[in-house]
């Protein structure tokens, strides 16, 4: 083994992967980085083209002070770059949030400060009475002061039977259906209580929805030079079309530019991806194999980006929903019967108002999202596009005639970008593994596996929270591991 090369072997450059690499090279740890794609970030990825430059996908993270990033950055001694692009007291107004009730004709709007700051603007939007407002903080309170053992006790249970032992005014209600859908591409009647209330808890107490100086790119190209200044190897265009398995441990992997050896391979290519394609069912217990295909997969995000030749948001974020537009499993199951929604939930993301580099002088690029089925081949994609164009022209008025161009993104893009297809229906996840009971907490699949020296790292495996944020707790976590079972191979020899 001291012979090979490398003693390790990532794959992929999301924030799992490359969280996982770049703590393992900073360690000492001969590591190669493998990534299909020609840029690495998986997800995380940015574009910076024609003087337009913004974050592919994600647009917000949960928590903004405490996060994965955040201790990634200390250990690799760049804690000076990591730098929020907004500061807690940014004077401001951030985010607007969109709310009609089931038996209003029009939308009401109100805009505020940092997410949660304070509740009164959200209460106008509703109208709250004295008692929703004390009704509405107590559970909010709950949420925010809950000991983190209560959260985990709540894995299998959903959000909507949790919100049910409470008294819960109907819009409140109506807003975790939304926070279910756009914060973790879930149902709130399968969601797991723990992974929402984590994540509200989180928003309230450590911040969330912001954003980097240099966008979640920054992440990538932070993590990605340290690795390689480190003396990491990268190779791009990569793709892994095998993970090599002698005698129940990894030997390798190979690729399409050749075959890599390893003792340790660690993949963030997918649980599903890794189990039953790169590996090969063969090598696995059949209940393991099993319990692989039975997992679910979490919804997708498909989402319309508007490259403008002026102006027309003034915040970072608009928050859209109704009493009628957020999905529960019934109402998923009649949108991906294809019959175009009369509207959707929406969360738009103003790259502008973060970075003034995002568009050219004078310009703006903003993104609109709303959620759907993960499967690459979804029926019912163009209609939601052709409802969310309806929406925005709706909210912003002006965006029509300031519109140059458009760039529509969905559960293909996301797939072939990211992870394949090996079930039916599955490949174009926006977080991972559902997030929802029976897949949570101590439900949730392990990293490690039992081929020896084979890691599952990334959203699929062993943690919590939000996409990003989740993904990078998982490799930190992965490279722990692999740093103790390197040790115990040394020993061994
Ligand atoms: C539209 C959208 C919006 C989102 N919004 C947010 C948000 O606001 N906040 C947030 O925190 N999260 C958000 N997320 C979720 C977040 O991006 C993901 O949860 C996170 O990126 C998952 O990280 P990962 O490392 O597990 O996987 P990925 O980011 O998917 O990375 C996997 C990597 O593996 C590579 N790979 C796969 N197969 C192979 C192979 N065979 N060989 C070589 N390489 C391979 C892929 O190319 C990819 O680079 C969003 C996602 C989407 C799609």
């Not at 499993?329 to 939930?345: A, N």
């Not at 079930?423 to 949730?444: F, N, W």
């Amino acid at each position: 083994m001291t012979n090979q090369e490398y003693e390790v072997i990532v794959i992929g450059s999301g924030p799992g992967g490359l969280a996982c690499a770049t703590l393992l090279q900073k360690r000492g740890t001969r590591t190669l980085l493998l990534e299909k794609n020609n840029m690495l970030g998986g997800k995380m990825m940015s574009i910076d083209k024609d003087g337009w430059a913004y974050d592919l996908f994600p647009h917000g993270q949960v928590p903004m002070r405490g996060s994965a990033f955040e201790a990634i950055f200390a250990e690799l001694g760049v804690s000076d770059e990591f730098e929020p692009a907004l500061e807690p007291d940014d004077p401001r107004d951030i985010i607007t949030l969109c709310y009609r009730r089931h038996d209003w004709d029009r939308y009401k709007t109100v805009t505020q400060k940092q997410a949660m700051d304070d509740p009164e603007p959200f209460f106008s939007l509703w109208d709250a009475s004295e008692d929703e407002k004390v009704q509405a903080l107590t559970v909010m309170t709950e949420m925010a002061t809950m000991p983190d053992e209560e959260i985990a006790a709540l894995d299998n249970m959903t959000m909507k039977e949790w919100l049910g032992e409470r008294v819960v005014p109907a819009p409140l209600y109506n807003y975790m259906g939304f926070h279910a859908n756009a914060s973790l591409a879930e149902p709130l009647d399968l969601v797991a209580a723990s992974e929402q209330i984590l994540i509200m808890k989180q928003i309230m107490l450590q911040g969330g929805g912001g954003q980097y100086k240099g966008g979640f790119g920054m992440l990538t190209k932070v993590m990605a030079r340290e690795f390689e200044r480190n003396g990491g190897t990268v190779v791009t265009g990569a793709k892994v079309d095998k993970i090599n398995v002698e005698n129940g441990s990894v030997t390798g992997v190979e690729t399409s530019k050749g075959s890599f050896s390893a003792p340790v391979v660690v993949s963030s290519a997918g649980i599903q991806p890794t189990v039953l394609k790169l590996v090969g069912e063969e090598e696995f217990d059949k209940s393991y194999v099993d319990y692989v295909k039975g997992l679910a997969p979490g919804w997708s995000f498909t989402s319309v980006r508007y490259f403008l030749s002026r102006p027309v948001m003034e915040t970072a974020m608009y928050a859209v929903w109704s009493d009628d537009s957020w999905l529960d499993t019934e109402r998923f199951r009649k949108q991906k019967e294809g019959k175009e929604p009369e509207e959707v939930i929406l969360f738009m993301c103003n790259h502008s108002f973060y970075d003034e580099n995002a568009a050219p002088p004078g310009k703006q690029v903003l993104v609109s999202g709303t959620v759907c089925s993960p499967n690459p081949d979804a029926s019912e994609i163009e209609g939601l596009w052709n409802c969310m164009d309806r929406q925005m022209k709706e909210l912003l008025p002006d965006i029509w005639d300031a519109t140059e161009r458009r760039e529509y993104n969905g559960p293909r893009e996301i797939s072939s970008l990211t992870r394949d297809a090996v079930l039916p229906g599955q490949g174009g996840e926006c977080v991972g593994l559902a997030q929802i009971i029976g897949q949570c907490g101590s439900k949730k699949p392990k990293s490690e596996t039992s081929i020896r020296g084979l890691y599952l790292a990334g959203a699929d495996a062993g943690a919590a929270g939000m996409g990003t944020h989740q993904a990078a707790l998982s490799g930190t976590e992965v490279a722990r591991l692999v740093g103790h079972c390197l040790n115990k191979m040394y020993k061994a020899q």
